[in-house]
Structures are given as structure tokens and as C-alpha cells.
């Protein structure tokens, strides 16, 4: 349950950032509805970086907070890893820790893949400007996310360049890149071969009853 829960709020923070990164596209009427729905809900995490009437924050104020928030949490997790098993390091037996660490690499592991969406689309902001008719003069171009800066402006924009990609080579590339390294070291304990006689090959039967059930549940989840 923990990992279809995961799975569904991963993939709408991905769905809801679209109406932020490509505000030029006119989605339909009812996946309007539907965003606003899920923000009555608090599923959006795009929405907690409007803070405005509480702090004056920038676009790149917030870019700061959405990109460093999460190492700051797995900080804390890491700390408090630590300070357990200095202090109780002596009276848990080497299956307890083992247990304190695998559970700390968890909230890890599930602190990054929760935010990463939003972070990601966050950073992409970066890029999304609007055009604006200046009559006679050359138009004016403004981020979608903070109308108060211009993209053009070298004082404001074009200094924060180097910091948006340093972001993007963390989040949307680092990250996934990570996880996907640990997965593969894994790959065994995750997916231990099948012992020898228990193939597909040898037991056809277990196999086609298997995909069968499987597909009965997909055919009732798609109703």
C-alpha cells in the first residue's frame, strides 16, 4: 500500500507542475478542476512555495528553500542515526542496528523520491518566461514564476544561471542517477534468482496463473 501510495503522489506532483513549467499550454477544463481539487487536498507541493503573504520571497528565495530543504532533513536523519547508535550502540545486538540503519536509509531514500518531482520542476522554472507586448519597443520577457523579475536582467536572472544548473545536475540527473546505482547493487538482495526447479520453464502452470490473477486486478483498476 505504502508503495502505490508513493507511486500516486509522485506521479500527480509531476501532472500538477506542468500548469507551472508550460503556462503557455491550455490544458482542458477538467484537468483544472481536478488541480484544484488536489490542492484543497495539500497534494501539490508547488503551491507550498506561495508564501508571499507571509514572506517576501523571491523566485530564487524559494528555489533555495524547495532544492536545500530536503539535504537539510536527511541531515537530521542521519544525526539522529548516529546519536542512537552512539548511545544505545552497546546495548542493541548487530541485527538491531542493522535494522536502525536500513530504516534510516528508508526515510532517506523516501525523503528524495517524494520531493524530487517538485524540486525538479521547481528548477525548470528557471527557464519558463512570458512575453509581453512593449508597443513599438522590443517585448518584455518575465518568469512565469515571479513576475517581478525580468528575464533578461543580468543583475537578477542571468547571475542565478550557474546556481539553477548546479541544481539541475543535482536533482533531475544526480538523484535518479543514485538511486539507480543503489538499485543496481542490490539487484539480488531486491530480486534474488528463483532456486534451481523453480524456472518458468518448469513450472508453466504457476506462471500463466500468476500473469492471470495480475491481469484480473490491472482490468478492475482500469474500470
Known amino acids: 500500500m505504502l508503495t502505490k501510495l508513493k507511486i500516486v503522489i509522485a506521479a500527480w506532483q509531476i501532472a500538477s507542475s506542468t500548469v507551472y513549467v508550460l503556462p503557455q499550454v ?24 506561495s508564501v508571499e503573504c507571509l514572506v517576501n520571497w523571491s ?3 524559494k528555489l533555495l528553500f524547495v532544492t536545500l530543504f530536503p539535504f537539510c532533513l536527511a541531515v537530521v536523519v542521519g544525526v539522529a542515526y548516529f546519536v542512537k ?4 550502540g552497546r546495548l542493541e545486538t548487530e541485527n538491531d542496528q542493522k535494522i536502525a540503519a536500513n530504516r534510516a536509509g528508508y526515510a532517506t531514500l523516501l525523503l528524495f523520491y517524494v520531493t524530487l518531482p517538485g524540486a525538479s520542476s521547481f528548477t525548470f522554472l528557471y527557464f519558463s518566461c512570458l512575453r509581453f507586448d512593449n508597443g513599438p519597443e522590443k517585448d518584455l520577457f518575465y518568469m512565469a ?16 544561471a ?14 535518479p542517477l543514485s538511486i539507480g546505482v ?8 531486491l530480486n534474488p534468482p528463483l532456486p534451481a526447479g523453480n524456472s518458468a520453464a518448469s513450472n508453466p502452470t504457476f506462471t500463466h496463473d500468476s500473469f492471470r490473477r495480475a491481469r484480473a486486478r490491472h482490468e478492475r483498476a482500469m474500470q
Do not use: E
Request: with cysteine; proline share 3%.
Open 26 to 49: 491550455d490544458f482542458p477544463d477538467v484537468f483544472g478542476l481536478l488541480l484544484a481539487a488536489t490542492n484543497a487536498l495539500g497534494l501539490d507541493i508547488m503551491r507550498f512555495t
Open 59 to 61: 523566485y530564487f528565495s
Open 85 to 88: 547508535r552512539k548511545c544505545q
Open 145 to 160: 514564476a515571479d513576475l517581478t523579475i525580468q528575464c533578461k536582467d543580468r543583475r537578477r536572472y542571468r547571475r542565478w
Open 162 to 175: 550557474g546556481v539553477v544548473s548546479i541544481m539541475i545536475v543535482i536533482w533531475p540527473v544526480g538523484i
Open 182 to 189: 543503489l538499485l543496481w547493487r542490490f539487484r539480488r538482495r
